[in-house]
């Protein structure tokens, strides 16, 4: 019976418990690179890639490294996990290595040193300079070997001209490191062609001949710009030492290779090899980095604009655009060296954005009927930018502007004009829509001027107190600000910046729409106009104009016409007139001087130089749209009033056509050919002060309104009609009399945007007038407007302040 016990139980599990074993074990199968039954196995390690394999590792002497992780495969290349890896080195007193984990000496490692001092610490230089090279191994597999260069100390990296004398001059592109597509402990190859076939390594590390020489390759010398998608080869010079210890030396042959890395990567894109490739107009400082640090080696420049040429199918530069019509226009420009530029970035500025909209494609728009002119412009830093010492270096960092599109909408539209007063604490909306007058609208204080926005939505008056927002959507005060206080200047015609003026802390302010003072700089501001790219503000503040640019920031001058009484931006925008006791002007492009040091040129720069215009006095001033004219007006102790018409010729004397809206090459200032083709006396006025000469949009008609507290009462608006050529038409509209009490003198004045319409505040009557257009001429045959502004005295103001935004007709 325990025999059968036993049978069973081996029978149950001792043969069961064995097929199942012998039935479930497997043999993993071994795979060969090659399909066969022997070599290189599947999933084993092959290969060992160390990285920088071609350029190497800079060092100075006595610095520590570190070689990069391994990166191990088999022979199919797919990543193999490796713990462990030897590292080794040719030349131990040169680079040595640390074999467990790559860390490098540029010297040799304390080994054995023993005072408690733990091996691999301590990099010992050894002075000596060279090519060593460093292998890592595993598992019987050897890596490639990377070159470590060991060098002096650099202390200045200067990127400029190619090397045509590797043994006097070398430079980097002498050493091998730069010209080789692999570097091997074998052998570093110099090129050669049929006429050097010989080309040896010096023992300076240099090859005998420069590859510019051997092969033709481009080369950048920073001695000039390069032209768009065109390249060059970056070269520098590398100096360990300095000029005043006279110690330096030029070790560009063994410091390895540079990596050059762009500011701006728009302007130029530069390859592993650095073969830099000119992208967008402008220059930009390069870095180069060497022994694992970086250093500003120099600059490379893209060739600027030299023109901007506007043109339209129709071929002419006055043409007519439908409102809500979009016209395309095509823009064509020539950097110095006759190559046309493509990708530029150009804006598209209206004198007249209310209703002739800026834009930032090649087209015009026109959303109301009026008139105005569309430039095209490429102003730094948006397009042409440079680095502040490389201004004006050729004509990188300054702007160019295009020829000007005279644009006409034709068409009627009405009006939302807003009547305030320096003088009252109301402000009095009418909607000629619906010609009714708006309810007086209480404001915290009395302003002391007022602008629109010119999307029509905002209207910001300035006050001894505060800034005082008004939505002209809802008629209702938005905002106050009692850190912002004094007349408002201007708003940039992008509607972002205010101009401001606070007489009591004597500061300048530009305050940002959305709110909050940006920059400050100190005088008194009297006028102020911004640039049609809202980019540049000009200010007259006394002895001092006054120019901020997103740019170069604020530039003060020294007003040679003291004081410097309003400003009026040339059309195209190329600077900006000034009144005073002489009509002067300023162009935008600096004078440039160039200087050198170590064969990198820089330059010192005169922002915003005379232009060269020295016209009659004038008070106040404007520029046609047209570009034209300049209209100026003074007044005299006596009362009477003499207009100047300056009619501008050209500009940039001595340029042609095709350039005449760029810089001077030769780094001088702009000039303005300017000519007083008519000097008048305003007949039938005698004024106290000029407030305004106020030009309409389509440059065809232009008001003078001035002040008057005499007893005579004048009754007439002085209106000047420019000529295309030679004298103008000088006349007058005789204001109408209604009521009582007839008007003394029109104090300000704004034109409808279709300029078919002029409203005009005047004093005496207190009231509104507006003058019609008929024909050529000007008639005040429709009845004014009443606004009756509650006056700060107990009378009704003048009303002084006018702004006004377009509608569509019902």
Known sequence: ?????????????????????????????????????????VGQLFSIALQPKLYGISLNNGEIGQVSQPASTDCKGSAVTVNTYIYGTTDMTLADVEPSNGRLCAGTWNRNTGGGIADYTTCNPTGKSGIAYITASAQGAASNPIAVYVHPVVTSVVLGAPS?????????????????????????????????????????????????????????????CVSQTNTALLT???????????????????????????????IVSIDQNGVATAQAPGSTVITATLSNAGSSAGFFATCPPASITLSTPSGSNNITVNQNFTQAITPTVLDTNGVTLTGVTLSYVSTTPMTLPSSATPAITPIFPG?????????????????????????????????????????????????????????????FTSSTLGAPVRLPYVPNSMVISNDGSTIYMGSATELMTFNATTNSLSNQDLTASGPVLAISPDGSTLVISDPIRQLV??????????????????????????????ITAGNQILVHSAFTGWTSISSSAIPATDVAVAVPDLGAFFAGTTTTARGNCPVTTVTS???????????????????????????????????????????????????????????????????????????????????????????????????????????????????????????????????????????????????????????????????????????????TKSGSSFADTTKPINPLLPGTTGTFAPPNLLVQKPRKLL
Do not use: W
């Open 164 to 224: 045509t004398d590797c043994t006097g001059d070398p430079a980097t592109n002498c050493a091998p490191t730069a010209i080789n597509s692999s570097v091997t402990n074998a052998s570093l190859s110099c090129p050669v062609s049929g006429m050097y076939p010989n080309n040896p390594l010096m023992s300076n590390g240099c090859c005998m001949h420069a590859p510019s020489v051997v092969l033709g390759l481009p080369t950048f010398s920073g001695l000039s």
């Open 509 to 538: 302010y530009l305050y940002g729409s959305t709110g909050g003072i940006t920059t400050s700089y100190g005088g008194v501001g009297t006028h102020a106009e911004f640039s049609p790219d809202s980019s540049t503000v000009y």
């Open 597 to 771: 040091s170590n064969g990198q040129p820089s330059t010192t720069n005169v922002l915003y130089p005379d232009a060269a215009v020295t016209g009659p006095q004038t008070d106040r001033l404007a520029a046609t749209n047209d570009g034209k004219h300049v209209v100026g007006v003074t007044v005299s102790s006596a009362g009477t009033a003499t207009l100047t018409d300056l009619s501008i010729s050209s500009l940039n004397t001595g340029s042609t056509a095709a350039n005449a809206g760029a810089c001077p090459a030769n780094g001088t200032a702009l000039k303005f050919t300017t000519t007083p083709v008519q000097t008048v006396i305003l007949p039938g006025i005698t004024a106290g002060s000029i407030t305004g000469v106020v030009p309409s949009s389509d440059s065809s008609n232009v008001f003078v309104t001035y002040a008057y507290t005499g007893a005579a009462v004048d009754g007439t608006l002085p209106l000047y009609q420019p000529a295309a050529t030679g004298a103008g038409t000088l006349s007058s509209v005789t204001l109408s009399t209604s009521g009582a009490t007839a008007p003394l003198a029109p104090v300000a004045g704004v034109f409808s945007s279709d300029n078919l319409t002029f409203y005009t505040g005047t004093t005496g009557d207190n009231l509104v007038h507006i003058l």
């Open 1 to 41: 019976m325990r025999r059968f016990v036993t049978l069973v139980f081996l029978l149950l599990f001792t043969i069961p418990f064995g097929i199942s074993i012998s039935g479930c074990s497997k043999k993993t199968a071994t795979v060969f690179c090659n399909g066969g039954d022997s070599g290189p196995v």
């Open 236 to 266: 520098s010079r590398i100096y360990s030492g300095t000029i005043a210890q006279n110690n330096q030396q030029n070790i560009s042959c063994q410091a390895g290779y540079l990596t050059y890395t762009p500011q701006t990567s728009a």
């Open 371 to 431: 008139a105005g002119a569309i430039v095209a412009m490429c102003q730094p830093p948006a397009c042409n930018p440079s680095p502040f010492n490389q201004i004006g270096l050729f004509g990188n960092g300054t702007p160019v502007v295009s020829n000007a599109l005279n644009v006409t909408t034709p068409g009627t539209n009405t009006t939302v004009l807003y009547i305030g007063s320096t003088q009252s604490q109301y402000i009095v909306p009418v909607d």
